[in-house]
């Protein structure tokens, strides 16, 4: 048993996202999350300046504690997740592309993946995409302007449904029925995505109730989860100040409320 947090990292606020499941999944366990907000989006910046950032964000939650750390940020997975692996003991976890249970599900034989272009022209979105999709036509395109809409808190307004229309609409009548959300930012435009998608049936897959099962996994394999009568307790930190740290604990109630409703 082990009191102590699980660290969250992300570029920003998108990784509430994945903070939100891990809250409802894993009730007991407390959670230290770390939103760069400075350096925000990472998804066209050189995979060498990620690793930089990743890396002293994995240094800064393993002095805070962290028992176990789950890197929410899609981009900065396909950048340093071996980096960090390899520099670390601590059981680490990155986003998985979901195109795997997107694959295995589709009726169509199309599958549409929202993501970023680092996470694109990532070695992991190549190799999961050849292992479980060679039966499937994958159709990718890059979020244009959707990480900017939610570190704004515009997801919610017309210009956020019209960004979401010009990327996914194409994607849809391709024949695409999963898209999967590449991005930690991404789920907080689901409802757009889902005005855009209106009564035709595709599927959105949203990989972090995966994540959550591999964290309890681990948690498990390794003797790390917290007592049964822990009462958790949820931190915040961010490289970019207390404007953002504030705009940060207000999307992080703003995703419980949803989950909730």
């Not at 990784?15 to 894993?26: D, K, M, Q």
């Not at 340093?80 to 003991?89: D, E, M």
């Not at 979020?143 to 515009?154: A, D, M, P, S, Y």
């Not at 930012?185 to 099962?213: S, T, W």
Request: glycine content about 8%.
């Amino acid at each position: 048993m082990n009191d102590n947090p699980i660290g969250v990292f992300d570029s920003g606020l998108g990784g509430l996202s994945v903070w939100r499941e891990l809250r409802r999944a894993l009730p007991h366990e407390s959670l230290i999350y770390y939103g760069d907000g400075k350096n925000c989006p990472y998804g066209s910046q050189p995979r060498e300046r990620i690793i930089e950032y990743t890396v002293a964000a994995t240094r800064w939650l393993m002095s805070q504690g962290a028992k176990l750390i789950v890197v929410a940020c899609n981009t900065a997975t396909a950048a340093a997740i071996r980096t960090l692996r390899a520099k670390y003991t601590l059981p680490i976890v990155g986003m998985e592309p979901a195109v795997k249970p997107a694959a295995l599900t589709t009726h169509s034989g199309v599958v549409g993946i929202l993501a970023t272009e680092g996470s694109l022209h990532g070695e992991l979105f190549h190799h999961t995409a050849a292992q479980y999709a060679s039966h499937v036509q994958i159709l990718s395109a890059v979020g244009e302007g959707f990480v900017e809409l939610v570190e704004t808190n515009r997801e919610n307004t017309s210009e956020a449904l019209e960004t979401v229309r010009k990327v996914v609409e194409p994607l849809i009548e391709a024949g695409a029925d999963r898209l999967v959300l590449g991005c930690t930012h991404y789920p907080f435009l689901a409802p757009a995505i889902r005005q855009v998608i209106g009564c035709r049936e595709v599927e959105l897959i949203d990989p972090a109730p995966a994540i959550c099962r591999r964290v309890a996994q681990l948690l498990a394999e390794h003797g790390l989860e917290a007592t049964p009568d822990h009462q958790a307790d949820y931190g915040f930190h961010t490289l970019a100040g207390e404007e953002y740290l504030q705009r940060l604990k207000n999307k992080a109630e703003l995703a419980l409320q949803s989950v909730a409703e």
